[in-house]
C-alpha cells in the first residue's frame, strides 16, 4: 500500500472513531460565594438520547427522603433531580468507551433501585454519598451537588473512580474521561463530547458572576455549534439523538432551593416542551405532582 493511500485509510478511520454519534449529556456546577448568587451551589444538565418516554414526578417513600424529578424509559427510571435535603444528583454515560463494552460492567441496584434513585433516597449530603463507594459500579459520570459543594465523579471499568471536589469555582463533564487518572481508558472521543466540554467550560469562565439559575437555564440553551454539537443538541432527523430535557437546581446555604425542569412531553414532537419553574421548599416535597405542576 502507498503512503498516501495508507493515510487516507488511517485518516478515514480516524474520522470514523471521533465523529460518531454518542450520548450527548452536557454536566456543569458552580459553587460558592462570589460564584454563586447568595453562595451555595447551582448545577445544570442537559439530557440527550433517542426520543422516548420521560415524565416528572416526586416521589415519597415510606423509608427515606422525598424527591423529586425526571424519570425516563418505559420503567420510569429516576434520571436527574434533587431530595428534600437539597441534594442534586444526575450523570451522563461515559462515551469514551463503546457501548456494547459498557453494557457488560455489572451496574449497582438495590431494592429495585438503581444508583441515582438510591442516593436520592438515602443520602442527605454529597459526603454521605462519597462513603459508599460501592454505588459507582458501571462507567458512567455523576455531577452531585448540595449548599456546599459541587462533585464530579467518573466512574471507570472496574468501579474505580476519579473524585473533584469544587467547593468555590466550576464544573463540567460531557461523555469522555478527562482526569488524568481516567483519560488513557478513552476507547474514542465523539466530536460532539469534546466540543459541548469546550463550549460549557468556555461559557463558564466568561459568563459575569456571580452565577444566577437564569444564567445557567441560558446556557442549558446554547445552540452555537449546530444540531449534532451543541449543548442544546436539536439533531439531524427525528429519531436521531437530541435534547430531550434540561434541568437546573440552585441550592442556597441558606433558604429555600430553585428548580427549573424543562421537559418533552411528546417523544417525537420538539414542540411539547412542558417547563416548570419554581422556589421549593419542604412542604412542596410533600405535594402531589399534579399539585406541585399546577403551583397549588
Not at 460549557?200 to 454539537?229: Q, W, Y
Not at 446555604?253 to 419554581?278: C, H, I, K, N
Amino acid at each position: 500500500m502507498s503512503l498516501a493511500k495508507f493515510s487516507l485509510t488511517a485518516f478515514a478511520g480516524l474520522m470514523l472513531l471521533t465523529a460518531q454519534p454518542s450520548f450527548a449529556c452536557t454536566l456543569f456546577g458552580a459553587a460558592g460565594e462570589g460564584v454563586v448568587e447568595g453562595g451555595g451551589t447551582i448545577l445544570a444538565k442537559t439530557r440527550d438520547e433517542h426520543p422516548g418516554r420521560q415524565f416528572f414526578d416526586i416521589v415519597r417513600p415510606s423509608d427515606g427522603y422525598a424527591y423529586m424529578g425526571l424519570f425516563t424509559g418505559r420503567k420510569g427510571h429516576f434520571n436527574m433531580g434533587v431530595n428534600e435535603k437539597g441534594l442534586v444528583v444526575a450523570r451522563s454515560a461515559s462515551g469514551g468507551i463503546p457501548k456494547e463494552k459498557r453494557l457488560t460492567y455489572a451496574r449497582f441496584e438495590k431494592e429495585g433501585l438503581r444508583a441515582p434513585e438510591w442516593i436520592a433516597r438515602h443520602y442527605a449530603t454529597v459526603d454521605e454519598v462519597l462513603a459508599h463507594p460501592e454505588i459507582f459500579k458501571e462507567p458512567v459520570n455523576y455531577i452531585l451537588a448540595d449548599k456546599t459543594k459541587v462533585v464530579v465523579v467518573e466512574v471507570m471499568p472496574g468501579g474505580k473512580t476519579t473524585v473533584r471536589v469544587t467547593e468555590k469555582g466550576t464544573a463540567a463533564h460531557t461523555n469522555h474521561f478527562i482526569e488524568p487518572q481516567s483519560k488513557a481508558l478513552n476507547e474514542k472521543v465523539g466530536q460532539s463530547s469534546r466540543i459541548r466540554l469546550e463550549r460549557i467550560c468556555s461559557l463558564l469562565s466568561e459568563k459575569e458572576k456571580p452565577f444566577t439559575t437564569d444564567t445557567f437555564i441560558a446556557m442549558t440553551r446554547d445552540h452555537n455549534a449546530g444540531p449534532v454539537n451543541s449543548i442544546w443538541r436539536t439533531g439531524t432527523k427525528p429519531e436521531g439523538f437530541q435534547t430531550l430535557a434540561a434541568m437546573v437546581v440552585k441550592t442556597p446555604r441558606a433558604g429555600p432551593l430553585e428548580v427549573y425542569f424543562t421537559w418533552r412531553t411528546r417523544a417525537m414532537d420538539p414542540d411539547s416542551l412542558q417547563t416548570v419553574r419554581r422556589t421549593v421548599t419542604l412542604a412542596d416535597f410533600r405535594k402531589t405532582t399534579a399539585d406541585f405542576l399546577a403551583g397549588k
